[in-house]
């Protein structure tokens, strides 16, 4: 019997099916890895307030006995996080990790939702950077968050980014994959920058005109996840994930007005 790699992913749920636990399992079952979900929360976007995102926690207890299901119950080759949005919780699975000696661990330290007008709960910055990054094998910031855990403010160049990388490696990251993507002024590529042991290796891809992002940092995130779960080194996880996320991204659509996701399926022509 040929019986699946397992991923869990300790993370929201988006309403809208883009983001979140949704488009990690999505990203899980195209990979041909079994996916298992611990809920933190659930996101629903509000189209009487142009797409107002409302965050409605998951108990705390709650989200205690979804991973003991999880692991206690099954096992896993690897996991990744998503919101977390309490420090309680950041605590919570940093003790679970920690018992179970969870391997491959992908960190995406999500702070806000985009369609959010605030982050969510910014003083987990802390909490993500000092006691969830040093367990994890890749962590995965976009600019926003790498700027505010690496604690240089704004970043705008690729100098930036490879400085807030190799500051999150001091600070106890294994290996760390700044998501620039198309956010960087005058940009002619998508960059963005992997820093291990302090050694930089910027990433190129063509940039996409008028791709729509919503649930891409959380896409490339759950890729690297599934990727490791199957035994590839980080590198190779990295590199096939970006390869992964470029199709996704090719093949993104509007879903209303608002907003448009990844087509996941893209990478086999669907």
């Known amino acids: ?60 207890s709650v989200i205690e006995a979804q991973l003991a299901t999880i692991l206690d119950g099954i096992g896993v080759n690897a996991a990744k996080t998503g919101m977390l949005a309490t ?28 369609g959010a007008a605030t982050p969510l709960n910014p003083e987990v910055a802390n909490a993500l950077r000092d006691e969830l990054m040093p367990l994890s094998t890749v962590i995965t910031p976009n600019l926003y968050e790498a700027a505010i855990m690496s604690g240089l403010g704004e970043i705008n160049t690729v100098e930036g980014m490879e400085k807030a990388a190799k500051e999150l490696c001091k600070a106890g990251a294994r290996t760390v994959l700044i998501k620039g993507g198309n956010k960087l002024p005058n940009a002619s590529k998508a960059i963005d920058v992997v820093c291990t042991a302090g050694e930089i290796t910027r990433l190129e891809s063509d940039l996409i005109p008028n791709a729509y992002t919503h649930g891409a940092g959380c896409t490339i995130s759950a890729a690297i996840c599934a990727n490791l779960a199957m035994g590839m080194p980080v590198g190779e ?27 996941h399926s893209a990478w086999r022509g669907m």
């Open 237 to 263: 996880a990295i590199i096939k994930a970006k390869e992964f996320e470029q199709k996704a991204l090719e093949g993104s659509f509007p879903l209303n007005k608002w907003v448009g996701p990844l087509r």
């Open 87 to 114: 420090h309680e919780l950041i605590q919570l699975v940093v003790k679970t990790i920690k018992e179970h000696n969870t391997p491959n661990l992908v960190v995406d330290p999500v702070m806000a939702c985009k």
């Open 1 to 60: 019997m040929n019986i699946p790699f397992k991923a869990m992913t300790i993370a929201g749920s988006d309403v809208s099916g883009g983001a979140g636990l949704e488009a990690d399992l999505k990203t899980f079952q195209e990979h041909g890895v079994y996916g298992m979900v611990a809920l933190t929360c659930i996101v629903a976007q509000n189209p009487t307030a142009e797409w107002r995102h409302d965050v409605y926690p998951v108990e705390l």
